[in-house]
């Protein structure tokens, strides 16, 4: 008989109890952030139940019972009856344009689960599940999760990382953002370099009609273009492209091989490719930590159904190491991959012939 260590199980039945809440509980954090509960607490606390509930024009039954699980998640105070976020709390759940924005990222825990019956058929059969076909919550949580990021980092870090590009930019050169989404990375290049020419690509229509709605919004219209397109075929411009943008997607290509050929003829003579994956080691080992529970959980539901979905043969995995993305690029025609950059979730690479 297995001999059972009480100690060693009393430890891994509180994981589970604590994994368990944060599973029930992300879904109370859709709750706020759609219902912008986070926003009325972040606006009127420290307040009652009964004077959030007013100020955001909800049940009271409800928002108390709401308020409770934040408090007892962690995600707001509480004291004498009064409920209220702390300035760190308020910066991470209630202000979309903080570079700390987080609540959006359940949106994306949202869609898995709703989709988890179809990702039971997928393990068993070994079939894929294309990036359009899931919950739409999936396109936007995924959009406003990455968004603060590429205000923070992209203009400010990863451009001036790369060699002579923010110079082409300014200037008026030409960037195509393949599997861009809902366009907020080609937005963000666009208000910064008002000569430059942007062409956003996505094989997911939904996310093109949603980035070009963006774009108008933005004000950037007039110089970012959206077009339904892959990253094996999208249109070259003229004499090639100055800059092409790859972020977090090509891990989910069944073909990313394919994808860094075509990049390769995409670009102008002294053109670069910027790509973004998620952070991640060499090994299985470097990766068994918070941010690579994340991606092994995102490319079991996501990432690799994607890929697989697709043709090419490849699934490379949300934790692909650096040396085997060095490797679709050389296969794909380049020499020099260098990593300029990186962040708590990113790794920043500079590709160029």
Known sequence: MTTIDEAKLNEFVGKFLGDLGAAVHAATVVVGDQAGLYHTLAETGPATAAQVAAAAGYDERYVLEWLNAQAASGYCAYGDGRYWLTPEQAFCLADQTSPGYLAAGMLVANAVHQDVTRSIDAVRSG??????????????????FFRPGYQANLVSSWIPALA??????????????????????????????????????????????????????????????????????????????????????????????????????????????????????????????????????????????????????????????TEQLRAVCVEGGFTSVRLVARTPVNRVFEVRV
């Open 127 to 144: 079939a894929g599940i294309g990036w359009g076909d899931h919950h739409e919550h999936l396109y936007a949580g995924t959009e406003r």
């Open 164 to 321: 002579g590009v923010a110079d082409k930019l300014h200037r008026g050169g030409w960037v195509a953002d393949v599997g861009c989404g809902h366009g907020a990375s080609a937005i963000v290049l666009a208000q910064a370099f008002p000569q430059a020419r942007i062409v956003g690509l996505d094989p997911h229509p939904g996310s093109i009609e949603a980035a070009r709605k963006a774009a108008v919004e933005a004000g950037v219209s007039e110089r970012v273009q959206f077009e339904v397109g892959t990253a094996q075929d999208f249109p070259v411009s003229g004499a090639g492209y100055d800059l092409v943008c790859v972020f977090d997607a090509l891990h989910d290509m069944g073909d990313p091989v394919g994808a860094a050929a075509h990049i390769r003829s995409a670009l102008a003579t002294d053109g670069t490719w910027l790509l973004v994956e998620p952070a991640a080691g060499e090994t299985v080992e470097e990766n068994l930590n918070p941010v690579g529970r994340i991606f092994y959980s995102a490319s079991t539901l996501l990432c690799t159904q994607s890929a697989r979905s697709q043709s090419g043969g490849y699934a490379l995995g949300a934790q692909a190491s």
